[in-house]
């Protein structure tokens, strides 16, 4: 019972602390959409410079989302 009650305190803590760090009217931006991507399960995107203007990513998911849920990659 002892841990609970301080796990409880420690939590309360936490999240007063967290109120104040971060005042209301903090900029915010939306991540969410549609979001194009191309999957590969080594590093070919970097020899192959995917990060340049005008790569082409065939696959889509929606954010918030899974790319497993959408047939995309492997579930582990």
Known sequence: MKRYWIASVAIYVLAAAGAHAFPS???????????????????????????????????HVPVPGCWEAAGIGACS
């Open 25 to 59: 009217g903090r900029p915010t931006m939306t991540l969410d959409g549609l979001w194009w991507f191309r999957f590969a399960p080594d590093d070919r995107g970097i020899a192959e410079q995917w990060f340049r203007p005008g790569v082409v990513f065939p696959d």
